[in-house]
């Protein structure tokens, strides 16, 4: 069994934010979200091989699946992770059922400018009332994204911190970071999956090859977030002037 600080589900891919350099592509990606019965399967496929501190439920925008109570529940139930939370821009924490709210073992808002205190509020006295932990954090800054001009990839890959700290768990693949869970499908007109580990047929000398990888993604041909360059928070409006705004 292998031992991993935390591992990301998308359960859904859009946003109700815009904002510049999301490292999942969320802004402009057409509304999607995970089935519970998927994600359970994508768990038991790798829960015979990895162990988690934490499972965190992110997005786009996880508040806006349809059932995110149901997701919580089915998370906990795989026993992948010592906890599970949801990581939420909280504009819409005001509109959750109680069930949500009971369902929770953790709670991480992250405070973009503009957000509303109450719903804070709200969250604090709901981790009192339950018990879950909360957690906040601001983000006034990005990271930038994207190169001018691609490469082949290697440096970036070479010196990246995500590929061993941003796990990603999504439809029936295991990534090492959200950019490459994202970024050859919607930005370079790669098949979907393609920088991913199928978890059909899982075995842990795949995994542990996979883990222990020397060669870059396709990814990394145009991610720049290694470099860990900061840009002020903006929503950009249109899909062109978020790729201007992400790129470097």
């Not at 909360?134 to 990005?142: A, D, N, Q, S, V």
């Not at 499908?185 to 990888?213: C, Q, S, Y």
């Amino acid at each position: 069994m292998i031992q991993l600080g935390h591992l990301d589900i998308n359960c859904v891919t859009h946003c109700n934010n815009r904002c510049a350099s999301c490292s999942h592509a969320s802004p402009f990606t057409k509304a999607w979200q995970m089935a519970p019965q998927d994600m359970f399967n994508d768990l038991m496929a790798i829960k015979p091989f990895l162990h988690f501190g934490l499972l965190q439920l992110v997005g786009g925008e996880p508040l806006l699946h349809s059932d995110l109570r149901k997701m919580i529940w089915v998370a906990k139930q795989a026993h992948v992770a010592d906890v599970v939370t949801v990581t939420t821009n909280g504009r819409t924490l005001d509109r959750q059922p109680e069930e949500f709210w009971q369902e929770l073992q953790g709670l991480q808002i992250s405070v973009y400018p503009g957000l509303d205190v109450a719903q804070i509020e709200l969250a604090r006295a709901k981790s009192q009332q339950y018990g879950f932990a909360l957690y906040t954090r601001p983000y006034i800054e990005f990271y930038q994204q994207f190169k001018a001009t691609p490469d082949d990839g290697r440096q970036s890959f070479n010196t990246c911190h995500w590929k061993s700290d941003c796990y990603t768990l999504h439809s029936g693949r295991f990534y090492l970071c959200p950019q490459s869970c994202f970024f050859p499908h919607n930005f370079m007109g790669l098949p979907a999956g393609v920088d991913g580990l199928d978890l059909d047929g899982l075995t842990a000398e795949r995994l542990t090859a996979f883990l222990n990888r020397k060669d870059p993604f396709h990814a990394c041909q145009i991610c720049l977030a290694n470099r860990l360059i900061t840009k002020p928070w903006v929503e950009s409006k249109t899909k062109e002037a978020w790729l201007k705004d992400s790129t470097l």
